[in-house]
Nanobody, 127 residues
Framework: QVRLVESGGGLVQAGASLSLSCVASGRTFRNYAMAWFRRAPGKEHEFVAGIKWSGDNDRYSDSVAGRFAISRDNAKNTVSLQMNNLKPEDTALYYC????????????????????WGQGTQVTVSP
């Protein structure tokens, strides 16, 4: 059974930092791109960051570029998201997701390309 389990969310003030983690099991995730998405109340899922299966290429949404950093440890089947200088508009439920296809040259940014999802971890940023 494939599982993605996120952790690290919380309530912080604007300007603070948080680090999210996602532990994957049930599949050889080292061969697949991984990504973080988020969903704010009343809004659709938004791509936040993605990382290639090999870890040597990543991409970010314009809203988080320069503040967030995605990384992965394939030996531990984990992907992390370091979030710095958090803003109230970053408040959302953050999801970890695994790509449907292996060995892509770039992590996709569309939700439909990801087949496995975690339950999410809440990040709340107060003004």
């Amino acid at each position: 059974q494939v599982r993605l389990v996120e952790s690290g969310g919380g309530l912080v003030q604007a300007g603070a930092s948080l680090s999210l983690s996602c532990v994957a099991s049930g599949r050889t995730f080292r061969n697949y791109a991984m990504a973080w998405f988020r969903r704010a109340p009343g809004k659709e899922h938004e791509f936040v960051a993605g990382i290639k299966w090999s870890g040597d290429n990543d991409r970010y949404s314009d809203s988080v570029a320069g503040r967030f950093a995605i990384s992965r440890d394939n030996a531990k089947n984990t992907v992390s998201l370091q979030m710095n200088n958090l803003k109230p508009e970053d408040t959302a439920l953050y999801y970890c997701a695994a790509d449907e296809l292996p060995y892509r040259s770039v992590a996709p940014s569309t939700k439909s390309e990801y087949v496995y999802w975690g339950q999410g971890t809440q990040v709340t940023v107060s003004p």
